[in-house]
C-alpha cells in the first residue's frame, strides 16, 4: 500500500531517534539527478547526499554490478579470502597511485583507520614515545561523528557531553600555512597532520592555491604524514578525481602532473560507491601501511565482495563518462553565473567553491532560518539543497548533470533567491 510522506515523516519522529534534521521530502526514487518523492513529485538533487552520488541515482553499470555480486556472495567476512577484494584491491591502487588499501565502509570509520595507522608509524617508524603522538587538525574541520573524532571538533553541538575525549590533537587554523610550519615545529611529538583539501561541511572553503602544495612539504621536511580526508572532495566530486590534483584535469588515473600533492595517507569514502553501498577506503604505501599487522585493525563488512564489485563500477563510471571534466566545466558555469546575480542580490552575498561542489552565502544571521527556508522554497520548486548550518547553502548535484540541466536550475536557484530579496 503507498504510504504518503505525512504517514512516512510521522512513523520517522515516533521510531527513530532524532538525530537528524531532514528537510520534510520523503523520497522513494531516483534516477540520475533526479529524485521522486512518495507523490511523485520530481526534483533536482542538489546534495548527492552529501556528495556520495557523483555518479548518478541508480545508475545501472552499478546497479548491475551491485545484483550480480549480491547473487552469487554477500559476506564471508576477512576470516577468509575471497575473489572480489583482491581484483579491487589491485584496482583501486592503480588507479590512485598507491602500494597498498585498507577497506572500510564508512567516511568516519576510514579516518579513524588513518589515524590509528598514522599513531602507530609514529611509534614504529618515528620513535615518538608511546602514547605522546600528536595529529594536527584544522579549525572548523569535519571528518565523522566517533567519539575520537568528536574530540576535536569545534562544533560545540557536536562535541559538547560527549566527552570524555580522546587526547592528542593539536588544531590550527585551515588555509594558515605559519600555523601548521609553527604547530609542526612544537614538538618532537607530531605525527601527523589531517585535512580536508577543501571543508565541505564547514561551509565549502577552498583554501588558497598553494595551501595543499606547501602543507604536503612542511609536512615532508618534518617526518610527519599528510593525511588528506578526501571523503567528500574525492571521487570527481571538485573538477579533478582528487582534490590534491589541484589543477590537473586528467579524467581518470592521475599522471601525477605538477599540480598533483600525493597524500601519505588518502582516505576515500562517500562516492567510492556512488552512493549505492557503503564503501571507504584507505591508501598508503608500504612503508606506512606495513605497520597494521593481522588483528589490529578490521571490521566484518571491509572489503566485502559487493563493497569491491560496487566501488570498481563507480570508479569505471567516473573515468568512462569523464565525471572530473564535466563537473569543472558545469562548476564554472555555475560560479559565474550565481556571481552575476550576486552583484545586485541584497539576499545572497557570494558564491564560493570548486568543480561542483559550491556553497551560496545568504545575507542574514548565522541563526536565522532564512537559509532553511530558502531551501524549503527550492524543495516546492522542485530542487533539493540544504544549509551546510546556519546562512549557508551547499550545492553539490551528481556529476552526471547535463549543461542544460545546469542551466534549468540555475534559474530556479537564482528566481527563488530573488523571491526572497529584502
Ligand atoms: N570526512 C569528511 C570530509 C566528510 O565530509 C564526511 C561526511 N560528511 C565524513 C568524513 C564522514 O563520513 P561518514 O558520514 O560516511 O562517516
Not at 29 to 43: M, N, P, S
Not at 211 to 221: H, L, T, V
Not at 250 to 255: G, L, P, T, V, Y
Not at 264 to 283: E, Q, R, T
Amino acid at each position: 500500500e503507498k504510504m504518503s510522506s505525512a504517514e512516512a515523516i510521522a512513523l520517522e519522529d515516533k521510531y527513530g531517534a532524532h538525530n537528524y534534521h531532514p528537510l520534510p521530502v520523503v523520497l522513494n526514487r531516483g534516477e540520475g539527478v533526479y529524485v521522486w518523492d512518495v507523490e511523485g513529485k520530481k526534483y533536482y538533487d542538489f546534495l548527492s547526499a552529501y556528495s556520495a552520488v557523483n555518479q548518478g541515482h541508480c545508475h545501472p553499470k552499478i546497479v548491475g554490478a551491485m545484483v550480480e555480486q549480491a547473487q552469487t556472495l554477500t559476506l564471508t567476512s576477512r576470516a577468509f579470502y575471497n575473489d572480489k577484494l583482491g581484483v579491487y584491491e589491485k584496482y583501486v591502487t592503480e588507479y590512485f597511485g598507491f602500494d597498498k588499501v585498507l577497506p572500510m565502509n564508512t567516511g568516519a570509520e576510514a579516518v579513524e583507520t588513518a589515524l590509528k595507522i598514522c599513531r602507530k608509524w609514529a611509534y614504529e617508524k618515528k620513535g615518538i614515545n608511546e602514547n605522546e603522538a600528536q595529529i594536527i587538525v584544522c579549525d572548523g574541520n569535519f571528518h565523522g561523528r566517533t567519539t575520537t573524532i568528536i574530540s576535536f571538533s569545534n562544533d560545540e553541538n557536536a562535541r559538547k557531553n560527549f566527552g570524555p575525549y580522546t587526547a592528542g590533537f593539536i588544531s590550527i587554523p585551515y588555509d594558515d600555512i605559519d600555523a601548521l610550519e609553527k604547530a609542526v615545529n612544537s614538538s618532537k611529538n607530531i605525527a601527523g597532520f589531517l585535512v580536508e583539501p577543501i571543508q565541505g561541511e564547514a561551509g565549502v572553503y577552498t583554501p588558497s592555491e598553494d595551501f595543499i602544495k606547501k602543507a604536503k612539504a612542511i609536512c615532508e621536511a618534518n617526518n610527519v604524514l599528510f593525511i588528506a580526508d578526501e571523503v567528500q572532495t574525492g571521487i570527481a566530486r571538485t573538477g579533478s578525481l582528487l582534490a590534491v590534483c589541484g589543477n590537473c584535469s586528467c579524467e581518470n588515473k592521475c599522471e601525477k602532473q605538477a599540480t598533483y600533492t600525493q597524500p601519505d595517507i588518502l582516505i576515500l569514502g562517500k562516492a567510492l560507491s556512488g552512493g549505492a553501498y557503503p564503501v571507504s577506503a584507505v591508501l598508503a604505501n608500504d612503508a606506512i601501511m606495513n605497520v597494521i599487522k593481522p588483528g589490529q585493525h578490521g571490521s566484518t563488512f571491509g572489503g566485502n565482495p559487493v563493497a569491491a564489485a560496487v566501488a570498481m563500477a563507480a570508479l569505471d563510471v567516473v573515468s568512462d563518462e569523464n565525471l572530473a571534466q564535466n563537473a569543472r566545466k558545469l562548476g564554472n558555469i555555475f560560479r559565474e553565473e550565481i556571481g552575476n546575480y550576486i552583484k545586485t542580490s541584497t539576499i545572497a552575498t557570494l558564491v564560493r567553491g570548486k568543480g561542483l561542489l559550491n556553497a551560496i552565502v545568504i545575507n542574514d544571521t548565522e541563526e536565522s532560518e532564512t537559509a532553511w527556508n530558502i531551501c524549503m522554497r527550492l524543495a516546492e520548486k522542485g530542487l533539493l539543497a540544504k544549509p551546510t548550518h546556519g546562512n549557508i547553502i551547499r550545492f553539490a548535484p551528481p556529476l552526471v548533470m547535463t549543461e542544460a540541466q545546469l542551466k534549468d536550475c540555475i534559474a530556479i536557484i537564482i528566481g527563488t533567491l530573488k523571491e526572497f530579496e529584502k
